[in-house]
């Protein structure tokens, strides 16, 4: 999962940083918490990279589009966000968002 979200993002010519949140596969938190500390280079908020795991457990594939849902009220014109699920078969797939 994070050599696949530094590929996407660099293939767009952009860099971790120029996000505003991630919003990754929820099924553990260790996980999770794991790939975006590598991704940001520290230790991510709520803010970042929301986790809804305690409040909707593991919800499999659209986990992360629960967590967008939730979790994405705040993005003004111009923010970022980049959406990233992947499969126990190594099927992944990530998406950019965009504020207009």
């Given at each position: ?97 965009e504020k207009i």
């Amino acid at each position: 999962m994070i050599d696949h979200i530094q590929d996407h993002i660099a293939s767009e010519g952009k860099s971790v940083s120029d996000f505003k949140r991630l919003w990754l596969h929820q099924a553990n938190i260790n996980m999770n918490m794991f790939a975006t500390k590598k991704l940001l280079d520290h230790e991510p908020s709520q803010d970042e990279a929301p986790i809804i795991l305690d409040q909707y457990a593991n919800t499999a594939g659209a986990g992360c589009m629960i967590a967008f849902n939730t979790h994405s009220q705040d993005f003004i014109s111009g923010d970022i966000g980049l959406i990233c699920s992947f499969g126990a078969s190594y099927s992944i797939g990530s998406f950019m968002v965009e504020k207009i």
